[in-house]
């Protein structure tokens, strides 16, 4: 079982950064590739970023790409969402999500077993 704790979020005027961590529970946190995803009012939960188990792959959304880095210490056991030049429609609650290490397509639920209990961003414009 692999506990996930996500913490970061907040108010922030549109800009701004915010930089987002999830803790995770587990000692081969390793093992697992690790994505964010975000689900703002009234729409369905989608993609953000993806990192491989070794940090060594990286993938983005479209709306994340140039404004979002994903990144992970397995030492550490967490990987942080670091969000610049927010915008009014980053606003949603983010959630951190594991999933296996061969992990298949990167952007759909599905592939990943664990998720936190996300974390509100607000942006105000």
């Not at 506990?3 to 915010?18: H, K, Y």
């Not at 987002?20 to 946190?29: D, E, H, K, M, Q």
């Not at 792959?57 to 056991?77: H, V």
């Not at 290490?101 to 996300?118: A, F, L, R």
Request: glycine share 12%; proline share 3%; net charge negative.
């Amino acid at each position: 079982q692999v506990r996930l704790v996500e913490s970061g979020g907040g108010l922030v005027q549109a800009g701004g950064s915010l930089r987002l961590s999830c803790a995770a529970s587990v000692r081969t946190f390793a093992n697992y590739a690790m994505g964010w995803f975000r689900r703002a009012p009234g729409k369905e939960r989608e993609f953000v970023a993806f990192i491989s188990w070794d940090g060594g792959t990286t993938e983005y959304a479209d709306s994340a790409k140039g404004r979002f880095t994903i990144s992970r210490d397995n030492g550490k056991r967490t990987v942080w969402l670091q969000m610049n030049s927010l915008k009014p429609e980053d606003a949603a609650v983010y959630y951190c999500a594991a999933g296996p290490d061969d992990i298949g397509s990167v952007t759909p639920e599905d592939e990943y077993e664990y998720w936190g209990q996300g974390t509100q961003v607000t942006v105000s414009s």
